[in-house]
């Protein structure tokens, strides 16, 4: 039976025995635990499923309403993403996904939050007292369905636009296990998949593709339903994981998993995810300031 996870340390997870190829080390940040794995050789990476890269992995309690109220976790984020950036130059940030499914609108909404910069002058921001802003710009590109372009095709085309330094890449991911969903981020430097969570995989985001650094933020959203029922049985029980395999992909298709209060979660998750983008980019600011600069804070 596979499991389907986009978190690389929970894949880790599943490979406990072996670590050949792999670094990780943990840290916490008050009350957030913090880790971080670089999958190394191509064994590793063919081991895991995931690119060969770095991974990092937030887990932290349940986000609250009130975004004011999260600077631990904006913070931790923060520094964790602001590691991995170029330190000038401008930066794409593209929140992937379907903003009419919620399970899949953590991109599009995060990308509402997002203090986008690039239109603002160098005289402007003079005369404003913000002559220190990082030259940031956003978009939602939708998906194939809605648009007919890859959002991989639109990302490239204003990279190639518009020259920025780094992409940083939005998009609500699958975890394993349903104590994960909504409350823990992942941080990576080998960009997204999109659709990859559900099975629908679209051509990726990663530096190959745009020929530049992609930084991919994800939230986990969903489990895969054959995944969580493989948590629940016994590891030896193969007779019964195959009766659920047939139960829970009726005609081959996959069904997922997502809690009742899944647009709460988004919400929280995308608030809290565009505060710790635009923390990371603009160091120059206190997080009250971008907190009044984004219009739908």
């Known amino acids: 039976m596979e499991i389907r996870t986009d978190l690389a340390l929970e894949a880790k997870e599943l490979d406990t025995d072996n670590t050949e190829g792999i670094k990780l080390n943990y840290s916490t940040y008050n009350d957030i635990k913090i880790s971080r794995m670089k999958i190394i050789t191509d064994s590793a990476s063919n081991r895991l499923k995931k690119e060969k890269g ?163 933020i994800g939230v986990p959203m969903v489990v895969d339903a054959v995944t969580l029922a493989a948590d629940l049985l016994e590891p030896n029980d193969e007779q019964r994981a195959d009766k659920l395999i047939e139960e829970l992909t009726p005609s081959g298709n996959h069904m997922v998993v997502t809690p009742k209060n899944i647009d709460v979660l988004t919400m929280r998750s995308s608030r809290l995810t565009a505060m710790a983008i635009n923390c990371a980019l603009q160091r120059s600011l206190s997080k009250d300031d971008i907190i009044a600069l984004t219009c739908n804070s």
Do not use: F, W
């Not at 964790?80 to 991109?107: C, S």
């Not at 080998?190 to 593709?209: L, Q």
């Open 54 to 216: 770095t991974y990092i992995t937030i887990e932290m309690d349940a986000i609250d309403d009130d975004i004011t109220h999260a600077d631990d976790k904006i913070y931790a984020i923060a520094n964790e993403l602001e590691n991995l950036l170029p330190q000038k130059g401008t930066i794409l940030v593209a929140g992937i996904g379907n903003v009419n499914i919620t399970a899949d609108a953590l991109g599009p909404k995060t990308i509402d939050d997002i203090l986008a910069t690039r239109h603002i002058t160098e005289d402007i921001a003079k005369q404003i007292g913000l002559e220190d802003l990082r030259s940031v710009a956003a978009i939602a590109p939708g998906v194939l369905g809605q648009t007919g372009v890859e959002s991989s095709e639109l990302i490239l085309s204003i990279v190639k636009r518009i020259n920025p330094s780094a992409v940083i890449v939005v998009d609500a991911l699958a975890s394993r296990r349903l104590s994960r969903l909504g409350c823990t981020i992942q941080i990576s430097d080998t960009g997204i998949s999109p659709g990859a969570g559900v099975g629908n995989h679209r051509m990726p985001i990663n530096e190959e593709t745009m020929g530049i650094p992609v930084i991919g």
